[in-house]
């Protein structure tokens, strides 16, 4: 079972609720917003290692969010939009998004593709998310970073300089 943690970032109500179940039940902490605002608060502070986000949000497009989370975060992007055109598509990935899946969609492949980012990540169980330097170990999947026994706090910014 994994535990990562993933940020849905969804105006619909109902979406949401659908996809938060769909996520727990297949082991994730899952951790929502309705809007690109609260969307971009929460992946600052929880620091999911995968965000899920709707391109139509009620104060603004969908790809700012993917913009201003490439501008600190390597933290994968899988949008789940009902736009199916492929100008949009490319807009979406050129933004910075690592997976795209149009409305409607299947739970086992957006399971699927959920799992593919996280290997990319090394989050996934299986995955080597880890590195040693010294007495320092930083888990790369759940963004924490131990000196010995002691937690280290970083900072979006301090943690993406770290792992690059």
Do not use: C
């Amino acid at each position: 079972m994994s535990s990562e943690r993933i940020l849905i970032i969804e105006d619909d109500a109902n979406i949401r609720r659908f996809l938060r179940a769909s996520l727990e039940d297949a082991g994730f902490s899952v951790f929502d917003a309705d809007s690109l605002r609260r969307g971009l608060i929460e992946a600052a502070s929880r620091q999911p290692a995968l965000v899920i986000v709707d391109l139509g949000l009620p104060d603004g497009d969908g790809k700012q969010v993917i913009r201003e989370l490439r501008a600190w975060s390597r933290m994968a992007v899988l949008v789940l939009s009902a736009r199916e055109h492929e100008d949009e598509k490319v807009a979406a990935l050129d933004a910075g998004a690592d997976d795209y899946l149009t409305k409607p969609f299947g739970v086992p492949e957006l399971l699927a593709r959920v799992r593919a980012q996280l290997r990319r990540l090394g989050a996934a169980p299986g995955g080597e998310a880890h590195a040693r330097f010294g007495d320092v170990d930083v888990d790369f999947g759940t963004r924490e970073v131990r000196r010995g026994a002691q937690a280290v706090h970083l900072t979006p910014i301090e943690f993406r300089l770290l792992s690059a």
